[in-house]
C-alpha cells in the first residue's frame, strides 16, 4: 500500500488521560451505558501488560495497521513504534480504529525505545530463522517485548544489541519466511496465552481511557467536571 493512499494517516502516541482515571471514570460512566461499560471492563480486564508489541521502520502503510489491528484483537495494551524515515503511517480501512484503544508510544530512535523497554522491565526478543525458541516460549516470560523491523531490512542493529535472544516461527512449506503483519498475529497470539490478569490499576487506566475515546469529547467533558468543582 502507498503512503499516500487515502485513507491513510500518521500514528501519533496516545494522548494523557484529562485526569487521574478514578476521576475519568467517576465522569463518564455517568454518560454512558451500562451495557458500553460492561463491554470495556470486560475488554480492559482481558488486556495485558506483559506483552508489548515493537514497530520499527515499518513502511507499508497495510503492514502497521494489521500489526496494530492484532495487538488489539490479542489483547496487547503497550505498542512502541520507532518510525521510518517516512513515519508510521496506518490505513483506517484496515485497522478499524484498533489504535484508538492502544496505549502507543512513538520514540525518536531504536536505542530509546530500547531504554524505555528495559526501564518497563521487558525482556525483548527478535524473530529469527534460527531463533533460539518456539513462540509458544515468549509465554514463560514475565514481561516480553517482540521487535518486528522493516520489510526489507529487519530489526536495526541499535535494537538488536538489546535482545535477550530470537525466536523462530516453525515453517513447513516451502515458502522461508512470512509477511511481517502475519508474523506478528502468530507471535502476539503466541506470547499471551495465559497471562495472569493485570493489576486493578492497570486495568482502571485503561477503562478510562476507553471511557475518553468512546464518549464525544470525553477529555473535555472531564476538564468541565473537574472545572465546576473549583
Same mark, same amino acid.
Given at each position: 500500500?502507498?503512503?499516500?493512499?487515502?485513507?491513510?494517516?500518521?500514528?501519533? #502516541?496516545?494522548?494523557?488521560?484529562?485526569?487521574?482515571?478514578?476521576?475519568?471514570?467517576?465522569?463518564?460512566?455517568?454518560?454512558?451505558?451500562?451495557?458500553?461499560?460492561?463491554?470495556?471492563?470486560?475488554?480492559?480486564?482481558?488486556?495485558?501488560?506483559?506483552?508489548?508489541?515493537?514497530?520499527?521502520?515499518?513502511?507499508?502503510? @497495510?503492514?502497521?495497521?494489521?500489526?496494530?489491528? #492484532?495487538?488489539?484483537?490479542? !489483547? =496487547?495494551?503497550?505498542?512502541? $513504534? $520507532?518510525?521510518?524515515?517516512?513515519?508510521?503511517?496506518?490505513?483506517?480501512? /484496515?485497522?478499524?480504529?484498533? @489504535?484508538?484503544?492502544?496505549?502507543?508510544?512513538?520514540?525518536?530512535?531504536?536505542?530509546?525505545?530500547?531504554?524505555?523497554?528495559?526501564?518497563?522491565?521487558?525482556?525483548?526478543?527478535?524473530?529469527?530463522?534460527?531463533?533460539?525458541?518456539?513462540?509458544?516460549?515468549?509465554?514463560?516470560?514475565?514481561?516480553?517485548?517482540?521487535?518486528?523491523?522493516?520489510?526489507?531490512? !529487519?530489526? #536495526?542493529?541499535? /535494537?538488536?544489541?538489546?535482545?535477550?535472544?530470537?525466536?523462530?516461527?516453525?515453517?513447513?512449506?516451502? $515458502?522461508? #519466511?512470512?509477511?511481517?503483519? $502475519?508474523?506478528?498475529?502468530?507471535?502476539?497470539?503466541?506470547?499471551?496465552?495465559?497471562?495472569?490478569?493485570?493489576?486493578?490499576?492497570?486495568?482502571?487506566?485503561?477503562?478510562?481511557?476507553?471511557?475518553?475515546?468512546?464518549?464525544?469529547?470525553?477529555?473535555? /467533558? =472531564?476538564?468541565?467536571? /473537574?472545572?465546576?468543582?473549583?
Amino acid at each position: 500500500m502507498r503512503r499516500d493512499s487515502a485513507g491513510t494517516y500518521e500514528v501519533e #502516541s496516545s494522548l494523557e488521560l484529562p485526569a487521574e482515571p478514578a476521576k475519568v471514570i467517576e465522569v463518564l460512566t455517568e454518560v454512558v451505558t451500562e451495557e458500553r461499560l460492561a463491554r470495556i471492563s470486560e475488554i480492559a480486564r482481558a488486556r495485558t501488560d506483559r506483552v508489548a508489541l515493537v514497530l520499527e521502520s515499518i513502511d507499508d502503510p @497495510h503492514n502497521a495497521s494489521a500489526a496494530l489491528r #492484532s495487538a488489539e484483537a490479542f !489483547g =496487547v495494551s503497550n505498542v512502541h $513504534v $520507532v518510525p521510518g524515515r517516512h513515519g508510521f503511517q496506518a490505513a483506517r480501512a /484496515i485497522t478499524k480504529n484498533a @489504535h484508538r484503544w492502544l496505549d502507543i508510544e512513538r520514540h525518536e530512535d531504536a536505542q530509546a525505545c530500547a531504554k524505555r523497554l528495559h526501564e518497563e522491565g521487558y525482556s525483548v526478543y527478535i524473530a529469527s530463522m534460527e531463533g533460539d525458541i518456539p513462540p509458544e516460549k515468549l509465554a514463560e516470560e514475565e514481561r516480553v517485548a517482540v521487535v518486528f523491523g522493516n520489510e526489507h531490512r !529487519g530489526p #536495526s542493529p541499535e /535494537i538488536r544489541q538489546f535482545a535477550k535472544g530470537t525466536y523462530a516461527i516453525p515453517m513447513r512449506g516451502f $515458502v522461508e #519466511s512470512l509477511n511481517v503483519s $502475519v508474523a506478528v498475529a502468530i507471535t502476539l497470539y503466541a506470547a499471551t496465552l495465559d497471562r495472569p490478569i493485570d493489576t486493578q490499576d492497570l486495568i482502571d487506566a485503561r477503562i478510562a481511557r476507553m471511557l475518553v475515546q468512546t464518549v464525544r469529547n470525553g477529555d473535555q /467533558i =472531564v476538564r468541565d467536571a /473537574i472545572d465546576a468543582e473549583s
